[in-house]
């Protein structure tokens, strides 16, 4: 389908997965007190920021100019949103 299309599932992944790892932290903080956490969180912090790097790639590279955009980038930020709850369930 091409590298835009490549470029949109890489964006909506690193959305999905960058407000899990935000989620993650929102709940550490607030067991910011227990000094062991400090290294996980920074740990978490560090994941989140590699992963918006591949989205700012991505959209670098045309991920936006891809045909059929809001409906492919819809579908796989909601596919990756379901193997995330999934996750947190198992």
């Not at 969180?41 to 809001?70: N, T, W």
Request: net charge negative; charged share 30%.
């Amino acid at each position: 389908m091409g590298t835009k299309v490549a470029m949109v599932c890489t964006e909506a992944v690193e959305v999905a997965i960058g407000t899990h790892y935000n989620n993650q932290l929102r709940e550490l903080y607030k067991s910011k007190d227990d000094p062991r956490l400090n290294s996980l969180m920074e740990d978490i912090k560090l994941f989140r920021d590699q992963e918006l790097e591949h989205l700012d790639c991505a959209v670098e590279h045309g991920s936006k100019d891809a045909p059929l955009y809001d409906t492919l980038s819809s579908v796989i930020a909601n596919g990756c949103k379901a193997a995330i709850w999934a996750c947190e369930r198992i």
